[in-house]
């Protein structure tokens, strides 16, 4: 039985504004460097890689990539795996909750994409001046952050739950734990249960199921990385 609520006496202090930034823009560039893939190594692609890379420099945002992240917006377009196109998509996701901690944009509900490029337009993307902004972001309260993690652990909880056949609980009761954070991240239906793309969460396709819960599984990563609990991004473990 999950124990609902976050330890939220970690040992790290969270990090400053302006690394919350950095990480917000690395994390970006990943997830831009998998719609480049997208849209095939055109000669337009290779010259909009080499201006963001340049731009990352010059910055500061290169110095915030981990390795992995560095070697996945690094190689050569044309050349990413499928795993690496949905790590570059999970990573678009992971930005939706790192702009909402900057009071940057709203978080959509877990069933809609992430616009990365609302997102990254409040950061100055591609903006030669945008070191001074970064320098006067603050970030969204504590307690909001909180409890939006205390809803999307309990969210996960429910849906890792029906998947392996199991009947969870109604989530009825912690919508207002979602509510105190602006962002309530599922619809839930008349029953208490979640809905998504306007139906029951049971009506939905096992493929469209997994990716709902690997967008959440992101969500919660940014956002305990966002309380302090660890230095290095990917180490966060989101297993409940």
């Not at 890379?53 to 996945?72: P, S, Y």
């Not at 320098?135 to 409890?147: F, P």
Request: with cysteine; aromatic share 6%; charged share 20%.
């Amino acid at each position: 039985m999950l124990k609902i609520g976050i330890d939220v006496e970690f040992r790290r202090p969270q990090p400053a504004p302006q690394r919350v930034a950095l990480r917000t823009l690395a994390l970006a560039a990943v997830a831009c460097r998998g719609a480049l893939e997208r849209d095939g190594p055109q000669v337009q692609a290779y010259e909009l890689h080499r201006q963001i890379h340049q731009w990352l420099i010059q910055v500061g945002v290169d110095g915030e990539f981990e390795d992995a992240e560095r070697q996945l917006f690094l190689q050569p377009l044309g050349t990413l795996s499928d795993t690496q196109r949905m790590t570059a998509a999970l990573h678009g996701t992971a930005t939706g909750v790192l702009g909402w901690g900057l009071k940057a944009v709203d978080l959509p509900e877990i069933d809609t994409e992430v616009d990365v490029l609302a997102v990254i337009d409040q950061l100055g993307w591609l903006n030669p001046q945008a070191a001074g902004l970064l320098n006067t972001l603050r970030l969204r309260a504590r307690t909001d952050m909180v409890a939006l993690a205390e809803q999307l652990e309990v969210t996960q909880w429910w849906l890792e739950h029906s998947a392996a056949g199991s009947k969870p609980a109604s989530l009825a009761h912690f919508k207002s734990v979602s509510d105190s954070a602006n962002a309530t991240g599922m619809r839930l239906g008349p029953d208490g249960t979640p809905w998504i793309d306007g139906a029951p969460l049971t009506q939905a396709s096992k493929e469209r199921a997994l990716q709902i819960t690997l967008s959440v599984r992101t969500r919660r990563r940014a956002l305990l990385w966002l309380l302090g609990q660890a230095e290095l991004y990917s180490t966060i473990d989101t297993d409940l």
